[in-house]
Structure formats: C-alpha cells, structure tokens
C-alpha cells in the first residue's frame, strides 16, 4: 500500500462521525488558509503576478515545503494543491489589502474559532486529533478531503 493511502487510512480513524467530518470539511481549509495568511504577514519582498496580485517570498518558500511533502506522497494530489494554494493566496492578498494592518486580526479570529469546532468534532467523535500523535497530519487534513473527491470523480492519485 502506498504511503498516502497508509495516511489517509490512519487519519480516518479519527474521523468517522458525520457532525465531525462535516466540521473537517469547513475549518480544515480555512485553518490552511489561515497559516497562508500567517505566513504572509511576515514582512518580505513580494512576488506579483497579475491574477494573483502579490505573494511574499516567506509565502512562497512555505508553499513550495507544502508542494514538496505533498510531492512525496502524489504528483497529481501536490499539483491541485498547488493550485488550491494559489487560489488561496489570492483571496489571502485581498484580505490583506482589505485589512491592513489588521488582517492578523482576521487571521487570528478565524484560526482560533476554527479550531474551536475542530476540537468540538473530536469531542463528538470520541477521538483526539490525529495530529497529536504525528504531526505531519496537520498537511494531512486538506488532502484526505481532496483524495475523497478525487475518489468521487474517479480520478486516481
């Protein structure tokens, strides 16, 4: 069995109940976006692209760690992440061009309620966080949602 699947397999151990999976499918992306956002508050020149707008170099040098563990585990899976992440960074640029200097505030209040029903969901399935035992499953999350859509479609990764 492939490693990523060996993952997925762990990881779903912790995430059978339904309230819980749906939880997982709405802060599981935002608690992402979230460090994204974190990252790119950390002052550093800037990369512009046009649709894009701008993505600093800390951002950047965190997302290519990301794509290269995600490498690891499926060429297919690190290039739709990549481009999740793009996409991400986007709506990072708007939130930091909205809020300033606040946008940590945005960030912050998102993480923390986020990880609020994380937790909330664990509490109802009766599992702790799969991260707690390894902590390369916090990059585990965004992708065990992603390999079930892929499964859904059909698509091998």
């Given at each position: 069995?492939?490693?990523?699947?060996?993952?997925?397999?762990?990881?779903?151990?912790?995430?059978?109940?339904?309230?819980?999976?749906?939880?997982?499918?709405?802060?599981?992306?935002?608690?992402?976006?979230?460090?994204?956002?974190?990252?790119?508050?950390?002052?550093?020149?800037?990369?512009?692209?046009?649709?894009?707008r701008?993505?600093?170099?800390?951002?950047?040098?965190?997302?290519?760690?990301?794509?290269?563990?995600?490498?690891?585990?499926?060429?297919?899976?690190?290039?739709?992440?990549?481009?999740?992440?793009?996409?991400m960074?986007?709506?990072?640029?708007?939130?930091?061009i909205?809020?300033?200097?606040?946008?940590?505030?945005?960030?912050?209040?998102?993480?923390?309620?986020?990880?609020?029903?994380?937790?909330?969901?664990?509490k109802?399935?009766?599992?702790?966080?799969?991260?707690?035992?390894?902590?390369?499953?916090?990059?585990?999350?965004?992708?065990?949602?992603?390999?079930?859509?892929?499964?859904?479609?059909?698509?091998?990764?």
């Open positions: 069995m492939r490693k990523v699947d060996l993952l997925f397999a762990e990881y779903s151990k912790s995430h059978r109940n339904a309230t819980n999976k749906l939880i997982h499918w709405i802060c599981v992306p935002l608690i992402f976006w979230t460090i994204l956002g974190f990252a790119s508050l950390i002052p550093s020149p800037h990369f512009c692209a046009s649709y894009f701008c993505v600093s170099i800390i951002s950047l040098i965190v997302i290519a760690f990301i794509t290269f563990f995600y490498i690891r585990l499926s060429l297919l899976i690190a290039i739709v992440m990549a481009v999740i992440i793009l996409i960074e986007h709506f990072i640029y708007l939130t930091n909205s809020f300033g200097k606040q946008s940590w505030i945005v960030y912050l209040s998102v993480f923390v309620i986020t990880w609020i029903f994380q937790l909330i969901g664990h109802i399935e009766g599992q702790k966080p799969s991260f707690l035992k390894d902590l390369q499953f916090l990059l585990i999350g965004p992708i065990w949602l992603l390999g079930f859509i892929l499964k859904k479609t059909g698509i091998r990764y």
